[in-house]
T-cell receptor, first 114, second 111 residues
Framework: EAQVTQNPRYLITVTGKKLTVTCSQN?????MSWYRQDPGLGLRQIYY???????DKGDVPEGYKVSRKEKRNFPLILESPSPNQTSLYFC?????????????FGSGTRLTVV | GQQLNQSPQSMFIQEGEDVSMNCTSS?????WLWYKQDPGEGPVLLIA?????ELTSNGRLTAQFGITRKDSFLNISASIPSDVGIYFC???????????FGTGTRLQVTL
């Protein structure tokens, strides 16, 4: 089944403790992206990647890192999480040249930083 | 970063009613997309629009790409309970990997 898989689905952590949220897609998509969703703000892009070793900042990159060493994986790293990073996170992917510009989204990771 | 304004923020309607929602931007977009998010899931693409003035349907859903390229509209006809969820518009311009999302319209359907 074609899908974007995020892990974990739920995570509670403490301020300052480094964490990684994994994202993997099995559709051979070139583009991958991370979004955070907060009430009243919709989805805001954190980072995106157009292919292996090609990444760029989105609208809210502060406090996050990403890497794209393999085409299928795009982990999101929080080096020193803070409470304002408590949010619902989505990973998404799509083909580079598809006429259909829609991203396929994962099921989300709900992160709570205390 | 830029965000799109969606209205209304939420809607409570009865089953069978038609629904209209819209999305506006201060900037021009080359592509407009409409997504639906079910509770506990990620957004799923409903309709994609690629040309100013374009009107596209997908079953009971109809969406339009505004002629100014700064807005888009989504209509749902004869709503049913499974239409419940949050509807997001998204605009795309420039780098194809960047999508800007709206703030969402939460739809509740009562029997």
């Amino acid at each position: 089944e074609a899908q974007v898989t995020q892990n974990p689905r739920y995570l509670i952590t403490v301020t300052g403790k480094k964490l990684t949220v994994t994202c993997s897609q099995n559709m051979n998509h070139e583009y991958m992206s991370w979004y955070r969703q907060d009430p009243g703000l919709g989805l805001r892009q954190i980072y995106y990647s157009m292919n292996v070793e090609v990444t760029d900042k989105g609208d809210v990159p502060e406090g996050y890192k990403v890497s794209r060493k393999e085409k299928r994986n795009f982990p999101l790293i929080l080096e020193s999480p803070s409470p304002n990073q408590t949010s619902l996170y989505f990973c998404a992917s799509r083909y580079a040249g598809s006429w259909n510009y829609g991203y396929t989204f994962g099921s989300g990771t709900r992160l709570t930083v205390v | 970063g830029q965000q799109l304004n969606q209205s209304p923020q939420s809607m409570f309607i009865q089953e069978g009613e038609d629904v209209s929602m819209n999305c506006t931007s201060s900037s021009i977009f080359n592509t407009w997309l409409w997504y639906k998010q079910d509770p506990g899931e990620g957004p799923v693409l409903l309709i994609a629009l690629y040309k100013a003035g374009e009107l596209t349907s997908n079953g009971r859903l109809t969406a339009q790409f505004g002629i100014t390229r700064k807005d888009s509209f989504l209509n749902i006809s004869a709503s049913i309970p499974s239409d419940v969820g949050i509807y997001f518009c998204a605009g795309q311009t420039g780098t194809a990997s960047k999508l800007t999302f709206g703030t969402g319209t939460r739809l509740q359907v009562t029997l």
